[in-house]
């Protein structure tokens, strides 16, 4: 849900960020801005720990209805959107799962890239090398869900621009989080994660022409989206 009071501007591009609505656990509400021309999200302290189960598809929605879109690089030098001060680059481990963002030093929240927010959140993952294995012996290209620079999946393991890995959508994460989901929520997310990612590394159903590089998160989440009856 859109949020029609005043948002800040992106630390990335300076342009007004759009204020959605999402589900707080364990009830109530957050305020979240978001930057599509950067493919963004602005985290006040701790809002990122506090959505709900249901708020992760309201995200996926949100960050597949952006596929087509080049995200813009973000400059040198980021800025709070409260107190202006120089945000510091960071990088973290959940689990075994590296991710990187930029933080406030006073403690005002964060600024992070779509991609890095499903790092974050476990939803992406870096592939095994028995799935670089499969993967390289059907599909010649992948595209970089960080940059959207091709990879040569037979030769690089990450992105030979931005360095990033090569990622994809990891389905026990996603059936976990459909099974975090309250009843109502349930019964209009009756898929199978686990076939939606066969069937991308398959190259069955994907949308781009067999000569296009594949981009491993975005297209396994348009997938896994077009088999949702509906949404929370």
């Not at 999402?22 to 009830?27: D, E, H, L, M």
């Not at 991710?99 to 870096?126: A, D, I, N, W």
């Not at 067999?210 to 997938?223: C, K, N, T, Y």
């Amino acid at each position: 849900m859109v949020n029609a009071a005043a948002s800040r501007n992106c630390p990335g591009c300076s342009s007004a960020m759009r204020r959605e609505t999402f589900g707080r656990r364990p009830a109530g509400t957050l305020d979240i801005d978001l930057c599509f021309d950067c493919q963004a999200i602005w985290f006040d302290s701790f809002e990122s720990s506090q959505l709900a189960p249901g708020s992760v598809l309201q995200l996926f929605r949100e960050i597949e209805s952006q596929e087509q879109r080049a995200a813009k690089p973000l400059p040198a030098v980021l800025r709070c959107v409260t107190c202006r001060e120089r945000l510091a680059f960071t990088h973290d481990l959940e689990r075994t799962n590296p991710f990187v963002y930029y933080r406030c030093p006073e403690g005002h929240g964060r600024f992070t890239t779509f991609l890095q927010f499903l790092r974050e959140k476990e939803f992406v993952r870096s592939l095994t090398p028995l799935e670089v294995q499969k993967l390289a012996a059907t599909v010649a290209q992948v595209r970089c869900s960080s940059c959207g620079a091709p990879v040569d999946i037979a030769r690089d393991a990450q992105c030979p621009y931005c360095h990033a890995p090569i990622s994809i959508l990891d389905a026990d994460a996603v059936k976990h989080a459909v099974e975090s989901l309250g009843e109502q929520e349930k019964r209009a997310a009756q898929v199978n994660p686990s076939a939606v990612l066969d069937a991308l590394i398959a190259g069955k159903g994907a949308s781009a022409a067999p000569a296009e590089p594949v981009d491993l998160v975005r297209g396994a989440i348009s997938m896994l989206l077009g088999t949702l009856q509906g949404g929370p």
